[in-house]
Every structure is written in structure tokens, then in C-alpha cells.
């Protein structure tokens, strides 16, 4: 159990070392303005959200009579609920202060089954998390739909570092545990992402 001084970074392992130096440089900007008001959009990959959007595609197939669009949208709401649903356990299992608590209070530390607050949940990215869900569920789906997918997940995940919101390590922590939620689904229940050639 690590409780860190006032900007006391001294016992992080190297491997934080690197993650928090290039978090001090990549955010050393992140309460001005012009970032915050870039990063806004980022919020549309919190968890309510993504699951309304899901949601939304299974009512419109269901209402459209579309079976097999109503299905595409169950893979995204089982996806999407899965990533949150670990990405909550992880944040409870190891509670990491965020980088804006470093940055604008000198306060880093690191506990397992530490304080489950906002400011102690760092690690994983869950806007990450749930982006890369709903990148993977809608590429299985519409695999046409393969850049649009992807370069919105990525930007979803570049931008928690510059707003002094996660870590890198937490942001491919998100990845590891988006990818890895969406193929439980799929491997759970692959008609939900079955198209027509398949």
C-alpha cells in the first residue's frame, strides 16, 4: 500500500515513473480552456450514454421490425454493459488518484480496495473502456463501419491524458479491457453479430 507525500513519487515503481512524467508533460495544459472545451465530446463515451445509443439501435430495430438490427444492437448493449461492469470492478480492486489530484494537489497514491471516489479512479480508462466496447461490437456488426469506429475510440482515448483525466497506462488498461469485453460477448453469444455471410 502506497501513501505518497505531498508530490512524493519517489516509491512509484518505474513503470509509473514513465506514465506520470509523460502525464506532467501531455497535461500540463489541462485546466485551459480551448482543451476543455475540445475534450467535451469525450463525455459521449461515458457509460449512460454509450448504453442509451445501444439502446437506441435495439428499439429501432424492434420498432422497424429488423430482427437482425435489433440483434446487432443487443452485441452493443451486452458490450457496453460488460466493459462497464468490469471496468468497475478494476477501479474498486485498485483505486490510483488521477492525475489531476497530482497535478493540482501534489497527492499520488496507489491501494488496493482504496476509496471508491471519483478522484481515486484513474485506473482503467472507463470513457476508454466503453468507446473500445462500441468500436469492437460495431466493426463485428458492420465491418464497413471499421475507421469510423476505430478513429472515434482512439480519440476518445488520446484525449483523457491532455485533460489530466487518466494516465497512459490507464488509457491502454481501457483498451485491454474494452477489446476483451467485447470478444467475452461475442464469444458468449455470437448470432447477436452475425451478418448475412455468415
Known amino acids: 500500500m502506497r501513501h505518497a507525500g505531498i508530490d512524493d513519487t519517489s516509491d512509484a515503481s518505474p513503470v509509473e515513473q514513465a506514465d506520470i512524467a509523460a502525464t506532467r508533460q501531455l497535461a500540463r495544459?489541462?485546466?485551459?480552456?480551448?482543451?476543455?472545451?475540445?475534450?467535451?465530446?469525450?463525455?459521449?463515451?461515458?457509460?449512460?450514454p454509450l448504453l442509451a445509443a445501444s439502446g437506441a439501435v435495439v428499439a429501432w430495430g424492434l420498432l422497424t421490425g429488423d430482427r437482425?438490427?435489433?440483434r446487432h444492437g443487443g452485441h452493443l448493449v451486452a458490450?457496453?454493459?460488460?466493459?462497464?461492469?468490469?471496468?468497475?470492478?478494476?477501479k474498486r480492486a485498485l483505486s490510483r488518484t488521477r492525475?489531476?489530484?497530482?497535478?493540482?494537489?501534489?497527492?499520488?497514491?496507489?491501494?488496493?480496495?482504496?476509496?471508491d471516489v471519483g478522484p481515486w479512479h484513474s485506473f482503467p480508462s472507463g470513457h476508454t473502456t466503453g468507446a473500445v466496447a462500441l468500436a469492437r461490437a460495431a466493426v463485428r456488426c458492420w465491418p464497413a463501419a471499421r475507421?469510423?469506429?476505430?478513429?472515434?475510440?482512439a480519440a476518445v482515448g488520446?484525449?483523457?491524458?491532455?485533460?489530466?483525466?487518466h494516465y497512459p497506462s490507464d488509457v491502454l488498461a481501457g483498451v485491454v479491457v474494452g477489446v476483451a469485453a467485447e470478444a467475452v460477448v461475442h464469444r458468449l453469444f455470437p448470432a447477436l453479430a452475425a451478418t448475412p455471410d455468415q
Open 158 to 165: 488520446l484525449v483523457q491524458v491532455p485533460r489530466g483525466a
Open 29 to 48: 495544459h489541462h485546466h485551459d480552456p480551448a482543451l476543455r472545451a475540445v475534450t467535451a465530446f469525450s463525455q459521449l463515451a461515458d457509460q449512460p
Open 99 to 115: 492525475p489531476n489530484v497530482l497535478l493540482d494537489q501534489g497527492r499520488y497514491r496507489v491501494e488496493p480496495l482504496g476509496p
Open 68 to 70: 437482425r438490427l435489433a
Open 79 to 90: 458490450s457496453v454493459a460488460l466493459a462497464t461492469l468490469l471496468k468497475g470492478t478494476v
Open 147 to 153: 475507421w469510423p469506429a476505430y478513429a472515434g475510440a
